[in-house]
Every structure is written in structure tokens, then in C-alpha cells.
């Protein structure tokens, strides 16, 4: 599943019941597993048809990702995979406002440095999504190429780690035009969608997808969700 947030407001203390929750609906039905753990399965295409599992990936990296989503994942014994705009960590407030410009999420704050290499250690998937959450359709190769060379080079020297995973802004197909494709396979090995949830591929079998759902959202929505039968 790919998130990005527990509510769309200003953090609070509620936010941690809310997860929480979602997570005991969730498991009601599915295993929880690491994101390592789905990443093999889809990618041996060995998923077990009468099982179902749920891997977390939350993007953009906001302040509740450290605060509140990982220590109950890890409550859960399950992890995450967070994607990362390395320009939007421990950035000014003007750099902020362009940024929750572009997403329409003007009330979050970023993780800083010190809170994503914990997570690193803790064994969380750190992954990459551009430098500055730019929509790639919008770009030309070189812009696309620094975008993505640059926010995993500034990822794994602050980390000392090879960033393997990278999921594009947006999330679209339209998002993420052929060039950027192939940009990003000459950069990481798994590359991640938020959209086609009902397949395990796109483009040719280069892209995961992923299905978008918010925490917050409705239990019947969630349900639905779950009763889909991805293909492959």
C-alpha cells in the first residue's frame, strides 16, 4: 500500500489511536509483512493464492512517519518503506511552502537527518523520490536524471547505504513519461507506481504498484481494497 500521512491535519495526539486502529483492521484479514518481504514475493512472482499481505510504503517523508508510524509498525513487528525528497528534509519554512504547494499538505513538517538514519538503523526501507517532488512529465532528461542521480547520491551519503528503491511523484502513469522509466532502471532496482493496484506489474514488468490508501479512510473503503485479487 502506499500512504502519506495518518490525517491530513497538523499532527496531534490523536493520530497515534488512529493508526493504530487501521492497523488492527488490517490485520484482521491480512498478514502484515515488511517491505522486503513483498518486494521478494512480487518480484519471484511467488505469492501464495489463498494468503493475503499488506507492506507499508509512506511517501514524502513527513515528521509523523518517525513520531508515530514506525514505532507502532514495529509494535506490529512489521516495517515500512519511507520514499524520501532528500531538498524537503530539515528545509526552511520558504522551501516548505513551495513544496506543500505543489502536494496541497500545508500543514505537515518534514523528518529531519538525524530521525531518517534511525529509521535506516531500525530497519526501515529508506527509498527515493526525487529531490524536490516534481511531476517528471514536466521535465526534460537532464532535469529528470539530477532529480533522481542527486536525491540518491544525497540519500546514501547521509545514510552510508545503497538506495535500491525509488517510487516517482504522483504516483500516475502520466506522471512518469517512458525517458524518466528508463532513467530511473539505470538507477535503482525497484521502481514503484501508485496506481493499477489490481496488477503487481506495469510497464513492461520494470514497476511495482502499488494501491494508494490513507489511514484515515473509511473501514468499508479499506475493505474493499482488500478484496481485490491483484493479477500478475
Known amino acids: ?26 490485520q484482521k484479514k491480512s498478514k502484515l509483512i515488511t517491505l522486503q518481504e513483498a518486494t521478494a514475493l512480487v518480484v519471484s512472482k511467488s505469492i501464495p493464492s489463498d494468503e493475503s499481505f ?17 514505532p507502532l509498525l514495529e509494535k506490529y513487528h512489521c516495517n515500512a518503506g519511507f520514499f524520501i525528497n532528500a531538498n524537503y528534509v530539515g528545509s526552511t519554512e520558504s522551501y516548505q511552502k513551495q513544496y506543500h ?19 535506516h538503523n531500525r530497519g526501515h526501507v529508506i527509498g527515493s523520490h526525487t529531490l524536490d517532488h516534481f511531476d517528471l512529465s514536466d ?53 514503484f507506481s501508485g496506481t493499477n493496484y489490481k496488477r503487481y506489474f506495469s510497464m513492461d514488468g520494470e514497476v511495482i504498484n502499488r494501491r494508494h490508501i490513507e489511514p484515515f479512510w473509511s473501514e468499508r473503503h479499506i475493505d474493499f481494497f482488500l478484496s481485490v485479487n491483484k493479477k500478475l
Not at 545514510?159 to 516517482?168: E, I, M, S
Open 1 to 26: 500500500m502506499n500512504a502519506h500521512y495518518i490525517t491530513a491535519g497538523v499532527m496531534n495526539s490523536a493520530d497515534g489511536v488512529i493508526f493504530e486502529r487501521f492497523l488492527k483492521h488490517l
Open 54 to 70: 499488506v507492506a507499508f510504503t509512506f511517501d514524502d517523508g513527513f515528521e509523523e512517519c518517525f513520531e508515530v508510524i514506525a
Open 101 to 119: 504547494d505543489r502536494l496541497k499538505t500545508f500543514s505537515k513538517k518534514p523528518m529531519i537527518w538525524k530521525q531518517i538514519e534511525d529509521l
Open 139 to 191: 521535465l526534460n532528461d537532464e532535469e529528470i536524471f539530477f532529480q533522481l542521480n542527486q536525491n540518491k547520491t544525497v540519500l546514501e551519503q547521509n545514510l552510508n547505504f545503497k538506495c535500491d528503491y525509488f517510487a516517482w511523484p504522483y504516483g500516475q502513469f502520466k506522471n512518469f513519461p517512458s525517458h524518466a522509466l528508463s532513467i530511473a532502471k539505470g538507477l535503482h532496482p525497484y521502481i
